[in-house]
């Protein structure tokens, strides 16, 4: 069966510092990977996602980038964190058709400070 | 371009009451629908999902959901709250045109289950 792993759970970041969250998914190839951020009353929205090794799509311009360096890992950056960017982190996968489901991670909750 | 309404942010029920969680959607081709449950500090986990066929489905924890056409509409519904109930649900819309994948989400309502 298909996992997702995503870590670390909980991170605490001074402003300025860098970033860097790790996922990765297990029991499928070339699957579809998604990151989105989840800030309190306001939904998911979605940041970046990637159909392929080394091909990254941004969905809103920010801070923040994404890559995809093995077919299952990717990882979501950052050179200098603001205070703006503390919200909890959710990587998914799907299979890449319409009807495919998103299956997420646990999610990484990031304190900037 | 699809969206999703999903109808109050925050819903209250006595333990044992019926559940209607409410979700509108916007599309312009034949929409996939689906349902997910986050609980604190978690992903979220998809409740059930709508695709072709049968408009009434059924899901994991007693829930399920219709599809109606004609009212733009997939309302959650389960006949008898749990307090493990308690969490947030989200709506969200793709259709058969995506390859990407690619879900639209409802800003999400907080289920409240009271003892």
């Known amino acids: 069966s298909q996992t997702i792993h995503q870590w670390p759970a909980t991170l605490v970041q001074p402003v300025g510092s860098p970033l860097s969250l790790e996922c990765t998914v297990e029991g499928t190839s070339n699957p579809n990977l998604y990151w989105y951020r989840q800030a309190a009353g306001r939904g998911l929205q979605l940041l970046f996602y990637?159909?392929?090794?080394?091909?990254i799509s941004s969905e809103v311009p920010q801070n923040l980038s994404a890559s995809r360096p093995q077919d299952r890992q990717f990882i979501l950056s950052s050179k200098k964190l603001l205070l703006s960017d503390s919200g909890f982190y959710l990587c998914?996968?799907?299979?890449?058709?319409?009807?495919?489901?998103?299956?997420f991670g646990n999610g990484t909750r990031l304190t900037v400070t | 371009a699809q969206s999703v309404t999903q109808l109050g942010s925050h819903v209250s029920v006595s333990e044992g009451a019926l559940v209607l969680l409410r979700c509108n959607y916007s599309?312009?081709?034949?929409?996939?629908l689906f349902w997910y449950v986050q609980y604190p500090n978690q992903g979220l986990q998809l409740l059930l999902k709508y695709t072709t066929g049968a408009t009434l489905v059924k899901g994991i924890n007693g829930f399920e959901a219709e599809f109606k056409k004609s009212e733009t509409s997939f309302h959650l519904t389960k006949p008898s709250a749990h307090m493990s109930d308690a969490a947030e649900y989200f709506c969200a819309v793709s259709d058969e045109g995506s390859t990407l994948g690619r879900l639209y989400f409802g800003r999400g309502t907080q289920l409240t289950v009271w003892p």
């Open positions: 599309s312009s081709v034949p929409p996939y």
């Open positions: 998914a996968w799907s299979g890449g058709t319409g009807n495919s489901p998103l299956h």
């Open positions: 990637s159909v392929g090794i080394g091909q």
